[in-house]
């Protein structure tokens, strides 16, 4: 289940629609809304959901689109739009294309001065660690969203480990996506009172036909 978080600004209809489109590969539970408390700041969506809710439906469709990408692009995932527009066309790619689509028309209803993000709700569901999707552009945010899946299990087991070890994180943790398929996480830490960064390398995924049959799942088997 997933946590919508938006500002009073974004209407209604901006909310059932995302919901609405999102609905067949990620369920949103709650909607929270945040007051702003300065008008130089833009209203947003944001959709924090555990690692496992973006790895179950979309991991095979993220294995293929980013192995897809890395043929000729590995030192730059998004220096060719015409590469990324035909492996986000394929078949494989539809979940990928689905939300994006999703969120391209929340943002339409809602207004170009929205932003939106994504993310996993460590160290909180509040802040979360969240990267922005470029929704202006289909192609970005395809390859923003499917970096983010494609670390999102390693970026909530790297950010327990550094809170299990005494880190105290404050405000959002920011995830940032490299050119080549790497992410660099970066926090306010109050114990030592200093700026954290963590990079977490880019590895291509493992073959497309195991994807969904390889995930980190607890222990007992699948989940509910």
Same mark, same amino acid.
């Given at each position: 289940?997933?946590? #919508? ?5 974004? %209407? ?6 995302? =919901?609405?489109?999102?609905?067949? #590969? ?19 969506? &944001? ?8 790895? #179950? ?23 060719? &739009?015409?590469?990324?527009? =035909? ?10 294309? &689905? ?5 391209? =028309? ?70 940032? %996506? ?21 990079? #977490? ?16 799942? %607890? ?6």
């Amino acid at each position: 289940m997933a946590i #919508l978080i938006v500002t009073l600004e974004v %209407p209604q209809e901006a909310r059932e629609v995302l =919901k609405a489109e999102a609905a067949p #590969l990620i369920s949103i539970a709650d909607v929270h809304e945040v007051v702003l408390l300065s008008a130089d700041i833009h209203s947003f969506m &944001k959709v924090l959901a555990d690692a496992l809710d973006w790895t #179950l439906p979309f991991k095979a469709a993220v294995g293929i689109f980013l192995t897809e990408l890395a043929k000729n692009m590995a030192d730059d995932l998004w220096k060719n &739009k015409v590469e990324i527009a =035909k492996a986000l066309g394929s078949a494989a790619a539809f979940p990928i294309r &689905k939300l994006i689509g999703a969120i391209a =028309k929340a943002r339409e209803i809602s207004g170009e001065r929205t932003t939106f993000a994504v993310g996993v709700p460590v160290p909180d569901d509040h802040y979360g660690a969240t990267v922005t999707l470029l929704v202006d552009s289909t192609e970005d945010s395809a390859v923003t969203f499917a970096i983010f899946v494609h670390h999102s299990q390693e970026i909530e087991r790297t950010l327990k480990r550094y809170i299990s070890a005494g880190s105290r994180i404050v405000g959002p943790v920011r995830i940032r %996506p490299e050119p080549d398929g790497s992410v660099v996480l970066l926090w306010m830490d109050r114990v030592s009172q200093s700026a954290v960064q963590v990079r #977490l390398p880019f590895t291509l995924p493992e073959d497309a036909s195991s994807q969904a049959g390889n995930l980190d799942l %607890p222990l007992g088997g699948a989940r509910d």
